[in-house]
Every structure is written in structure tokens, then in C-alpha cells.
């Protein structure tokens, strides 16, 4: 063992016990503090143990599926505590304070914190101004989500291009695939077109960038959180060696086009100004330039800001978007031809009635298409918790039910178990593909209700994109862009039907989908 892991597992030990504060801010009450726990049960645990905590914790590091699975069974409508190696120990809530706690103000529950100190952001992350200025949410909640009618035709066509590029063209052989290597690449163009425009959206090394420093973050993070926050700046350059080089090789590749949208803009700012902005791209590096340049802070439009903007978004969309597309496409061909044929029809009819047109209505319209993929992300939400969230307000923050948590705690619900609770979702644990479809289509359900069940809705009892005023800003995107990505996969490729759907990889709180696994497709002929 060196001598940096023996630091971490005796700081790691220490707060366990509760010797050692989990904020980045020591004084010697934090030290000598009790426990901030709230006094419930604790997930992984049994009768007899010395410390309870520090043992539950290493069970549950070993085995993330008894967790779940003793939450469902034990814990489905009382609190609980779940320690799990590598983050702070969770206070899960029943399902029925969902509403409850998505509804409470950032003074009281906070949702940036958990994920900045989880992902230790101070770190990993080179430019604190994004961070502290967050104005990409605004530009996704407003701008990407208001273009993506204007978006459909260039999502179509790097979605044409990313197939044939990675699933090729041969309409006679059938040919082995690996879905989420595959799936990674055409998703991060096609995110990336959205973002940065043709060509640097087609440029691997941007993409392979964005990946690996998505895929290398919670790793450095997972370590850095083991220490307390005063030996923390001494150890990180050691640590985030890896997400330091993924940022240079993505700054590298975006420069030269941000070098020359500045300019354009400079040049063209006074007859803008003017006359309005005249904007030859459509994405969201150029809106993040206007908005930046309207901003009283300069160093908004600096380029290496714009750049690490860009690379926050691609942290948030691409492996999401990828994890959810390869999870359907599992689902879908672990289950019957029918329901693929059924797709086609729906696709082929709304097509024509379009005049061959993927457009916002046509894609509207597609509601099995639309079900199929809100059916995945109920079945394989990416995290087993919804919607957590940081208890910062100074009295803390008492539940529905009256039990009173004390300011600093994470608190949390279990998405995953309230996705697949029958009181939700009848046969909750069967893929039903057309579930959404023919609630939307059952008269016998209030007007309301059938409206909510398209894929981007959130509710207490879909939390795959969490919900209240934080939930996901860019699900609407990614709503259409999955739909458009899985309706060409089905409309031009033949996918060779599997007998059992590999199983998904459970990497402590993450569920992932079978990463290494290939499927055999092949070219439709007479596609266009
Ligand atoms: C299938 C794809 C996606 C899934 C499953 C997903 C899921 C989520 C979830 C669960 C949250 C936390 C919400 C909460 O705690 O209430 C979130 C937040 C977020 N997502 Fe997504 N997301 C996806 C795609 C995207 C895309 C395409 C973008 C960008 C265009 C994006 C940008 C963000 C951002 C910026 C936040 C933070 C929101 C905030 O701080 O208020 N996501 N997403």
C-alpha cells in the first residue's frame, strides 16, 4: 500500500467513526463532533456489530445488489441509512417525501452540492467560474431546448453519417457490433453537433476527450473524498493527473474553432448590435457566446471558459445519453420481433403522413417510439437514488412525517425501487416497450395523467431525470435525440434477435448497462 492510500483508508476510517468532518472546512469541533446521523437503521447491518457503520459500509461495498434489494424488502416505507464505500452515507426517505423533499428550496436542500462535492469538482474540475456561474443551464433549459425543432435536420444527419460510419452499409452479411462503443461515438457526434457544429463534432480525439475525462472524474473524485479538506489541495495534483490531461486534449481540439467564433463575433458585433445578431451556427457554443459576451464578468468569454462550458455539458449529456440508448436496445431485441415490427409500422404510417419528414410534430406523434425509450429509463435509471440532495439550511430540514435531519446530511429516495413498484407500474418488472403508448391512449385515465406520460415528464414516480426545479434541463434534447437515433436504427438496420438480455454491471450506486456486449446487425436494403 503507498503512502497516499494508507492516508486516505485512516481519514476514511476516522469519519466513519465520526472523528473527521466531511466538509472541506476543519475546526476542532468538527473533529470532536458526535454523529450527525440520523438515529434510524442502517442498511448492511446486523445485530452484534461494533461499529455498525464502518462494517455495514464495507458489506454493502461488496455486494450493491443485497442493498437494493434489502431496501425494497425492509426499508420500502421507512427511512433509512445506507453507507456505501466511497460517499457520504445516505439518508434514504420513503417514497412518499419525494414531492416533499424535490419542492424545498436551495437554502434547505441543496442539489448542485451533493455533486460537486461528490465529483470534488474544487479538483477535478479546472474552471471554478463555471461552477460558481452555471450559466449553461439557462442556455440549455432555453436555448437547445427551444431549437430543437431547428436541430432535427442536423441530428438526422450525423445520426446517417455516425451509422454508416460505425455500423456500415453492407446490406448482405450480418456483422458483430459492440452496442455502447459504438452507441458512445455516434451519440457524442450527434450531442456534439448540437454543441460545437460541423466538422469539430466529428472529431474522435474531441469525443474519446469528453469520454475519458467523464469516465476517469468519479474515479479521482472516489479517492480525493477520502481525505479531509485541509491535506486535500496537497494531494490532488497526484490524484487528478488523468482529468488534467482529458481537459488539455479537449481544450486543444475546441480552440481554433472558439478562436475563430470570437473573432466572427468581434468583427460582426457592431453590425449586431445593430441589426440583430445574424447567427451562421445554430448551437450551443455560439449561444453560450452571446450570452457570455453580455455578461458583466469578462472572464465569461475567455476562450478556455467557453471551452470548459462546452466539456461540462459533454460530462452531462453524452454518457447519460449513451448508457440509456444501448439500455433500450438491449431491452428491445431481448424481447420479441413483434414489437420491433410494430415500431416500423408506426414510423413507416407517421412518416408518410409527413411526406417522408422527421419533424417535431412527425416525431410527436411517434408515441410507441416515445415509450419504448421512457420504459428503459424506468427499468435501468442510471443511479438506484433519486434525487438527492444536500441538507444545508441551518435548522436542517424535517420530513412530511416530522423526523428531523440535521444540516449536512444527504438525503435521498429510491428511484430505482419506485420505478419498479407495482403500486406505480403494473408487472412492474416486465419490459413492456408500448407501456407509456397505451396509458396515453386509455380513455379510462383522467385527461391529465395520459398527457404525462411522454418520455422528458417527470413525476414522484419517474425520477429518471429526478425532478422539481432541478431536474435534468437537457431531457427534452435528449428525448428527441434517442428517439430519432433509435427510429433510424430500426428503420435501416436488421438486428438479430437475443434469447436473454445480458445483465447490467452494478458499480456501487451506478447501474450501467452490459458495456462489452455485441449484437449482429445488418444493412435493411432499399433504405435510403
Ligand atoms: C438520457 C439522458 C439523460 C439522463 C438520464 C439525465 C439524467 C439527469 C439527472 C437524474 C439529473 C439530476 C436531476 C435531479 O437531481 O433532480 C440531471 C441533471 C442535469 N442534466 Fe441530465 N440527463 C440526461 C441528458 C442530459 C443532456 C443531453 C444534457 C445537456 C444537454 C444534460 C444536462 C444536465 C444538467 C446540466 C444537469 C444539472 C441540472 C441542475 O444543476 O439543476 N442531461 N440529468
Same mark, same amino acid.
Given at each position: 500500500m503507498d503512502r497516499y492510500s494508507l492516508v486516505a483508508l485512516i481519514c476514511s476510517v476516522k469519519r466513519e467513526l465520526c472523528l473527521l468532518p466531511t466538509s472541506d472546512?476543519?475546526?476542532?469541533?468538527?473533529?470532536?463532533?458526535?454523529?450527525?446521523?440520523? +438515529?434510524?437503521p442502517i442498511v448492511g447491518s446486523k445485530a452484534g456489530d461494533w461499529l455498525p457503520l464502518l462494517q455495514a459500509?464495507?458489506?454493502?461495498?461488496?455486494?450493491?445488489? *443485497?442493498?437494493?434489494?434489502?431496501?425494497?424488502?425492509?426499508?420500502?416505507?421507512?427511512?433509512?441509512?445506507?453507507p456505501i464505500g466511497g460517499s457520504e452515507t445516505i439518508v434514504l426517505l420513503p417514497a412518499s417525501e419525494t414531492q416533499h423533499i424535490a419542492s424545498q428550496p436551495d437554502a434547505v436542500l441543496n442539489m448542485p452540492q451533493p455533486l460537486i462535492q461528490g465529483l470534488q469538482f474544487k479538483y477535478t474540475f479546472v474552471d471554478q467560474i463555471i461552477i460558481e456561474d452555471p450559466i449553461h443551464l439557462k442556455i440549455?433549459? &432555453?436555448?437547445?431546448?427551444?431549437?430543437? &425543432?431547428? %436541430?432535427?435536420?442536423?441530428?438526422?444527419?450525423?445520426?446517417?453519417?455516425?451509422?454508416?460510419?460505425?455500423?456500415?452499409?453492407?446490406?448482405?452479411?450480418? #456483422?458483430?457490433?459492440?452496442?455502447? /462503443?459504438?452507441?458512445?461515438?455516434?451519440?457524442?457526434?450527434?450531442?456534439?453537433?448540437?454543441?460545437?457544429?460541423?466538422?469539430?463534432c466529428r472529431n474522435p480525439g474531441l469525443v474519446d476527450a469528453g469520454m475519458s475525462y467523464t469516465r476517469a472524474l468519479p474515479e479521482e473524485a472516489k479517492h480525493l473524498r477520502m481525505y479531509p479538506g485541509f491535506i486535500k489541495p496537497l494531494v490532488a495534483p497526484f490524484y487528478t493527473k488523468r482529468t488534467k490531461a482529458h481537459t488539455r486534449e479537449f481544450y486543444n481540439i475546441l480552440m481554433p474553432e472558439i478562436q475563430q467564433r470570437l473573432q466572427e463575433y468581434? /468583427?460582426?458585433?457592431? @453590425?449586431?448590435?445593430?441589426?440583430?445578431? #445574424? $447567427?451562421?451556427? +445554430?448551437?450551443?457554443?455560439?449561444?453560450?457566446?452571446?450570452?457570455?459576451?453580455?455578461?458583466?464578468?469578462?472572464?465569461?468569454?475567455?476562450? @478556455?471558459?467557453?471551452?470548459?462550458?462546452?466539456?461540462?455539458? +459533454?460530462?452531462?449529456?453524452?454518457?447519460?445519453?449513451?448508457f440509456t440508448v444501448t439500455h433500450?436496445?438491449?431491452?428491445?431485441?431481448?424481447?420479441?420481433?413483434?414489437?420491433?415490427?410494430?415500431?416500423?409500422?408506426?414510423? &413507416? @404510417?407517421?412518416? *408518410?403522413?409527413?411526406?417522408?419528414?422527421?419533424? #417535431?410534430? *412527425?416525431?410527436?406523434?411517434?408515441?410507441? %417510439?416515445?415509450?419504448?425509450?421512457?420504459e428503459s429509463l424506468r427499468l435501468h435509471m442510471v443511479s438506484t437514488f433519486g434525487i438527492p440532495r444536500l441538507v444545508i439550511g441551518k435548522?436542517?430540514?424535517?420530513?412530511?412525517?416530522?423526523?428531523?435531519?440535521?444540516?449536512?446530511?444527504?438525503?435521498?429516495v429510491p428511484g430505482k425501487n419506485i420505478a419498479t413498484d407495482e403500486a406505480n407500474y403494473p408487472d412492474a418488472d416486465t419490459y413492456k416497450p408500448f407501456r407509456f403508448a397505451e396509458k396515453r391512449k386509455d380513455e379510462q385515465i383522467e385527461y391529465v395523467k395520459r398527457a404525462r406520460q411522454a418520455t422528458p415528464t417527470t413525476s414522484a414516480d419517474f425520477l429518471a431525470f429526478g425532478h422539481g426545479k432541478h431536474a435534468c434541463p437537457g431531457r427534452?434534447?435528449?428525448?428527441?435525440?434517442? #428517439? $430519432?437515433?433509435?427510429?433510424?436504427?430500426?428503420?435501416?438496420?436488421?438486428i438479430e434477435m437475443l434469447d436473454k438480455r445480458p445483465p447490467d454491471i452494478f458499480a456501487g450506486v451506478a447501474r450501467l448497462p452490459p458495456m462489452a456486449a455485441e449484437i449482429r446487425v445488418r444493412r435493411r436494403k432499399n433504405t435510403p
Open positions: 472546512d476543519v475546526t476542532i469541533w468538527q473533529v470532536i463532533r458526535p454523529s450527525n446521523l440520523p +438515529n434510524i459500509r464495507w458489506r454493502n461495498s461488496i455486494n450493491y445488489r *443485497a442493498v437494493a434489494d434489502e431496501i425494497n424488502t425492509l426499508y420500502k416505507n421507512q427511512p433509512c441509512l445506507v440549455i433549459a &432555453s436555448n437547445l431546448t427551444h431549437q430543437i &425543432s431547428y %436541430l432535427i435536420d442536423d441530428v438526422l444527419d450525423e445520426t446517417e453519417w455516425g451509422f454508416e460510419k460505425y455500423w456500415g452499409t453492407d446490406t448482405t452479411d450480418f #456483422k458483430d457490433i459492440a452496442v455502447f /462503443e459504438t452507441m458512445r461515438r455516434i451519440i457524442g457526434s450527434v450531442t456534439n453537433r448540437a454543441f460545437v457544429g460541423i466538422p469539430t468581434d /468583427e460582426n458585433q457592431s @453590425s449586431w448590435e445593430k441589426n440583430g445578431p #445574424k $447567427l451562421d451556427h +445554430n448551437d450551443f457554443l455560439q449561444w453560450s457566446i452571446v450570452q457570455a459576451k453580455a455578461h458583466n464578468d469578462p472572464r465569461m468569454a475567455k476562450p @478556455s471558459t467557453l471551452a470548459g462550458r462546452i466539456l461540462m455539458v +459533454n460530462f452531462g449529456a453524452i454518457h447519460t445519453t449513451s433500450a436496445i438491449f431491452d428491445l431485441i431481448s424481447s420479441k420481433q413483434e414489437y420491433v415490427d410494430e415500431l416500423r409500422e408506426e414510423i &413507416s @404510417s407517421v412518416l *408518410a403522413a409527413h411526406g417522408g419528414e422527421w419533424n #417535431k410534430t *412527425a416525431m410527436a406523434q411517434m408515441e410507441k %417510439l416515445d415509450s419504448l425509450v421512457r435548522d436542517g430540514f424535517t420530513t412530511r412525517s416530522g423526523m428531523h435531519i440535521r444540516r449536512g446530511n444527504i438525503v435521498a427534452f434534447f435528449a428525448a428527441s435525440e434517442m #428517439k $430519432l437515433i433509435l427510429g433510424y436504427m430500426v428503420m435501416n438496420y436488421d
